[in-house]
């Protein structure tokens, strides 16, 4: 748990000062500006019911370090949250590499849940990358799949 912790506070800081750095050191090739790209909608019902749905509308990549980051977020109100495990396979339509990524966390409202992928670049590669996005989300009492979406990032 505290590993986790680590890892989303490391990585959403780490996408804040790679989106910092590219305003400014985007000519020295160190950072890159975070950019937004939309996906199609990947929407289910929250396990909570009453609570806003499931829905991934964006895949936000930015590249420091070798590595290539990519964030999806997703929102819930309800007091309590839920567990999110959301699995991104991609394919880069340049290279022809393969590959997928797991991500495991929890929305704490008020507060939007964030998954966050960090993969080296020189594994995913530059240039398009098709993304496809399914989560199963789960509270203490049942889990609920959502559907998948897809869309096209750049890794710059």
């Known amino acids: ?27 020295t090739g160190q950072a890159e500006a975070a950019r ?5 909608h990947c929407i289910g019902p929250s396990p909570n019911i009453v609570d806003l749905p499931f829905m991934v509308r964006r895949a936000i990549v930015s590249t420091y370090g070798g590595d290539a980051y990519i964030a999806a977020d997703f929102p819930s109100y309800f007091p309590g949250g839920y567990q999110s ?3 991104m396979d991609w394919h880069n339509l340049s290279t022809g590499k393969r590959g997928f ?6 929305v704490n409202p008020p507060y939007q849940g964030v998954h966050y992928f960090v993969i080296p670049v020189k594994t995913i590669g530059k240039g398009r990358v098709a993304v496809t996005f399914g989560a199963t989300n789960r509270n203490a009492l049942w889990s609920v799949p959502s559907t998948s979406c897809s869309g096209t990032i750049v890794v710059p």
Not at 36 to 40: A, D, I, L, Q, W
Not at 101 to 106: A, F, G, L, P
């Open 101 to 106: 990524k797991v991500s495991n966390t929890k």
């Open 36 to 40: 937004e790209f939309p996906v199609s």
């Open 1 to 27: 748990m505290v590993r986790t912790k680590t890892f989303t506070r490391l990585a959403a800081a780490t996408l804040s000062v790679a989106a910092a750095a590219g305003l400014g050191l985007a000519g």
């Open 85 to 87: 495990s959301l699995r």
